[in-house]
């Protein structure tokens, strides 16, 4: 190896650190970017549809996006004031259960639960710390809470405004970023990237309605029990199941809680309800909304833990979908090596599938050259024909595995 191959190398891992760096450093932003072309592959869908019926494309996202931002924002509204009064209700009680608790334990026979008793600090101290000099630690606390939401209020409509915009424009910016690549690369690119769009479009999808669903059930249930703090019990329980593995373990935690203050067959018929719905719907709906499952879940292990360290529970939410991610440039791009034998085993193996698949490629290549000459080409004929790709693509996949 000569001394200009060992600059070049150096030069290469030298750019690919300072790659990763500068990407640590807008990590939040690109988490915001990356949560919008989900939100916009999870739309295309409706938007597509709009798009047949004669609608033009900014028509299509105002009648796509209007409902979904009208819905959520009169739901949260709607859900804030009794959301609110729940954490009230929950932090009150949390003092009233330490106050007989610590009591109790200085009242009884126990000299070891007396001597931790003692260590805690009485309810009026404790609420006093907690208020701070002048009652100025509620108000910090409440400032910060409410900074903390118009926060991801902010970053949901980042988000949303992003996810349009690329809605609008997606066939001009995919054209751009592949303009980048080689002839020879630009269709296999292609087909990755609109393979990925449609499996994370599907992921979001299916996770919205089935969270949509789980909250609404758990809510009717728990009030039936009836439980205290049922919409935050809910909601926690709609978030929770979106962490791979653990979520409907964690999701049991808070309704067997707050059951236990009915009675111990209360706490767990709540927890044991939790889990029979999510896993349910998991069972019976998750497979009719399109979701794939087939993920690997040492890999699916490897990102949860890798995100999840980085950036805690919002990294543990979104190990799953870039697991779906990798996997389908693993399938695209990572294939094993076909000798002749293998080849002429597989022609013999499916000899009326190999002929259909050749010519179903040969037509491809025609209605693309075809489509060359016509100047010029509309975006549903462009997808239309990168769909097909991705179907042959697929079945050679099937074929060669």
């Known amino acids: 190896m000569n001394m200009r191959q060992v600059a070049r190398y150096a030069v290469i891992i030298l750019m690919t650190l300072v790659s990763v760096v500068a990407l640590w450093q807008v990590a939040d932003a690109l988490i915001l970017f990356l949560l919008s072309l989900a939100v916009a592959a999870a739309v295309r869908p409706a938007v597509g549809a709009f798009v047949a019926r004669r609608f033009s494309r900014v028509s299509a ?79 910090s606390a409440t400032l910060a809470f409410t900074a903390r ?19 609008l424009y997606h066939v001009h910016f995919e054209r751009i970023w592949l303009s980048l690549l080689s002839g020879t690369r630009r269709t296999q690119a292609r087909r990755i990237w609109r393979a990925m769009e449609n499996q994370i479009g599907a992921y979001v999808r299916s996770e919205v309605i089935l969270s949509v669903v789980a909250g609404v059930l758990l809510w009717l249930g728990y009030w039936i029990m009836p439980l205290d703090y049922v919409i935050l019990l809910a909601l926690f329980a709609a978030f929770a199941r979106l962490i791979p593995y653990l979520g409907i373990l964690l999701a049991m935690i808070p309704p067997l809680i707050a059951g236990m203050a009915l009675g111990v067959g209360w706490g767990i018929a709540a927890a044991l309800y939790t889990a029979a719905i999510l896993k349910l719907l998991q069972v019976l709906l998750r497979p009719r909304l399109g979701c794939c499952e087939s993920y690997s879940p040492i890999l699916l292990i490897l990102v949860s833990v890798a995100l999840g360290e980085s950036f805690g529970l919002l990294g543990l939410v979104l190990a799953l979908p870039l697991t779906v991610a990798i996997e389908v440039v693993f399938d695209y791009t990572i294939q094993l090596p076909i000798t002749e034998e293998a080849q002429e085993l597989i022609v013999q193996v499916n000899p009326e599938a190999t002929r259909m698949i050749q010519v179903l490629e040969e037509k491809i290549e025609t209605t693309k050259a075809r489509m060359a000459e016509m100047q010029p080409t509309t975006p549903e004929m462009d997808s239309l024909i990168g769909r097909l790709e991705e179907l042959v693509q697929k079945v050679h996949i099937y074929l060669h595995w």
């Open 61 to 139: 996202l105002l009648l796509t996006y209007t409902p979904l931002v009208v819905i959520t924002g009169g739901l949260t509204i709607l859900a804030a004031e009794p959301v609110l009064i729940n954490i009230n209700q929950a932090a009150n009680d949390l003092m009233a259960f330490y106050t007989q608790t610590r009591e109790a334990w200085l009242a009884g026979q126990a000299p070891f639960l007396q001597t931790i008793a003692q260590q805690l600090p009485p309810t009026d101290d404790l609420f006093a710390a907690l208020q701070g000099e002048g009652g100025l630690g509620v108000l």
């Open 149 to 167: 939401v118009a926060d991801w209020i902010g970053a949901l409509l980042i988000v949303v405004v992003l996810s349009a915009y690329w809605s």
